[in-house]
């Protein structure tokens, strides 16, 4: 990976390239923001500009993945009782040469861990302590990317503490995350955080021009939709429809909702709902917790006049888009989205999700009927 393959961000590849050439490089850094604004993209290409300095020759292997002196770390299920993520490298490197700005829920569907906690472990820290003890194999600098860093289990972060705060002569170390929020404070605290901004829409349009031939109409909306998230925009460019599951399940969660006021029993067909969604695995949960917001927030634009803004709705098996959107408004949209947030909140911090599915979907029932 190189600047120039990654979208946008510029002003931020000019800062990352002019620390190296000034040798202003901190040992330790962190690079937060979704991987879908160029996180490790530019994680990957500032490691590449490091190497290149030292050993121009270096730069192709950087870009293969090859070169002997970057390492990685990321999260993985254990199998056969070891957690090291040298037992998933080649998958890994399938992973960000196809795209280097996959999430989490891409590396999961490689892995095929739908019902499997994704982890950095602690022999995954002992591990690279035990390599960057070693001297480089090309005479210069090692760097060890650490990929969703927030990952790290409790006993990681407390070994990988050390090895930050004594880091072997000529280490670079950059963490990346989407956020900081579940990192150790005294982690943040020892490392340089560089935070990542979404991309500019003109950006994302540029590039959409750049490598795909759609209709002008196809672009705007994608350019809309994907707020600033190129792994989002890619995915939706060829997708017919990315969110019809998503789709189907949010339509039958509003319509048990209507019901329920008039008819409790239906109550019974929530709970089914959410033993359903629970089955799934924890990113796929929040991923649909973020469509469920989304709609609700672009059912609120539509009640109040702005369908211009609406650029997506729901059209199928006969729901009633506008009729849903009367009932989405300055009442009840606060506290719908502060009910997914928290059970954003609760899926993250390993609740059980068949009882904050159920309680989420029950809830709705009450908002949903809620006067203007």
């Given at each position: 990976?190189?600047?120039?393959?990654?979208?946008?961000?510029?002003?931020?590849?000019?800062?990352?390239?002019?620390?190296?050439?000034?040798?202003?490089?901190?040992?330790?850094?962190?690079?937060?923001?979704?991987?879908?604004?160029?996180?490790?993209?530019?994680?990957?290409?500032?490691?590449?500009?490091?190497?290149?300095?030292?050993?121009?020759?270096?730069?192709?292997?950087?870009?293969?993945?090859?070169?002997?002196?970057?390492?990685?770390?990321?999260?993985?299920?254990?199998?056969?009782?070891?957690?090291?993520?040298?037992?998933?490298?080649?998958?890994?490197?399938?992973?960000?040469?196809?795209?280097?700005?996959?999430?989490?829920?891409?590396?999961s569907n490689i892995l095929q861990s739908?019902?499997?906690?994704?982890?950095?472990?602690?022999?995954?820290?002992?591990?690279?302590?035990?390599?960057?003890?070693?001297?480089?194999?090309?005479?210069?600098?090692?760097?060890?990317?650490?990929?969703?860093?927030?990952k790290m289990n409790i006993w990681a972060?407390?070994?990988?503490?050390?090895?930050?705060?004594?880091?072997?002569?000529?280490?670079?170390?950059?963490?990346?995350?989407?956020?900081?929020?579940?990192?150790?404070?005294?982690?943040?605290?020892?490392?340089?955080?560089?935070?990542?901004?979404?991309?500019?829409?003109?950006?994302?349009?540029?590039?959409?021009?750049?490598?795909?031939?759609?209709?002008?109409?196809?672009?705007?909306?994608?350019?809309?939709?994907?707020?600033?998230?190129?792994?989002?925009?890619?995915?939706?460019?060829?997708?017919?429809?990315?969110?019809?599951?998503?789709?189907?399940?949010?339509?039958?969660?509003?319509?048990?909702?209507?019901?329920?006021?008039?008819?409790?029993?239906?109550?019974?067909?929530?709970?089914?709902?959410?033993?359903?969604?629970?089955?799934?695995?924890?990113?796929?949960?929040?991923?649909f917790l973020e469509y469920c917001a989304?709609?609700?927030?672009?059912?609120?634009?539509?009640?109040?006049?702005?369908?211009?803004?609406?650029?997506?709705?729901?059209?199928?098996?006969?729901?009633?888009?506008?009729?849903?959107?009367?009932?989405?408004?300055?009442?009840?949209?606060?506290?719908?989205?502060?009910?997914?947030?928290?059970?954003?909140?609760?899926?993250?911090?390993?609740?059980?999700?068949?009882?904050?599915?159920?309680?989420?979907?029950?809830?709705?029932?009450?908002?949903?009927?809620?006067?203007?």
């Amino acid at each position: 990976m190189n600047w120039d393959q990654i979208v946008g961000q510029q002003t931020l590849k000019t800062m990352l390239a002019n620390s190296i050439s000034d040798n202003r490089v901190s040992h330790a850094q962190f690079f937060v923001g979704a991987y879908g604004y160029g996180t490790l993209a530019l994680a990957l290409a500032f490691a590449r500009q490091i190497f290149a300095r030292e050993n121009e020759g270096s730069a192709p292997k950087v870009e293969h993945l090859n070169h002997l002196d970057l390492h990685f770390s990321f999260p993985v299920f254990k199998e056969k009782s070891s957690g090291l993520s040298s037992h998933f490298a080649d998958e890994f490197r399938e992973l960000v040469l196809e795209n280097p700005y996959a999430d989490n829920a891409d590396w999961s569907n490689i892995l095929q861990s739908e019902n499997k906690q994704l982890t950095i472990y602690a022999e995954e820290i002992d591990a690279q302590n035990q390599r960057f003890s070693l001297k480089s194999y090309e005479g210069g600098s090692k760097v060890l990317i650490i990929w969703q860093a927030d990952k790290m289990n409790i006993w990681a972060a407390n070994k990988f503490l050390k090895f930050l705060e004594e880091p072997p002569k000529d280490t670079v170390i950059i963490l990346t995350a989407e956020s900081s929020d579940n990192v150790l404070p005294t982690i943040l605290s020892r490392t340089q955080l560089v935070e990542i901004p979404r991309i500019d829409d003109a950006e994302i349009d540029a590039a959409l021009q750049k490598h795909f031939d759609i209709s002008d109409e196809k672009r705007r909306e994608i350019v809309f939709q994907t707020q600033g998230n190129w792994n989002i925009a890619q995915k939706l460019v060829s997708a017919e429809d990315v969110n019809s599951e998503f789709q189907n399940l949010f339509v039958l969660w509003v319509r048990e909702a209507f019901q329920v006021k008039k008819k409790p029993q239906y109550l019974k067909n929530i709970v089914f709902w959410a033993r359903n969604i629970a089955t799934w695995n924890r990113e796929k949960q929040k991923n649909f917790l973020e469509y469920c917001a989304d709609m609700f927030r672009l059912a609120l634009l539509q009640n109040y006049g702005n369908s211009d803004l609406v650029y997506r709705k729901i059209v199928t098996d006969g729901f009633k888009w506008d009729g849903f959107a009367r009932y989405i408004h300055g009442a009840n949209i606060e506290v719908i989205l502060n009910e997914i947030s928290e059970a954003d909140y609760h899926l993250e911090r390993n609740a059980n999700p068949k009882i904050v599915w159920t309680d989420l979907g029950i809830k709705l029932s009450r908002y949903i009927h809620k006067s203007a």
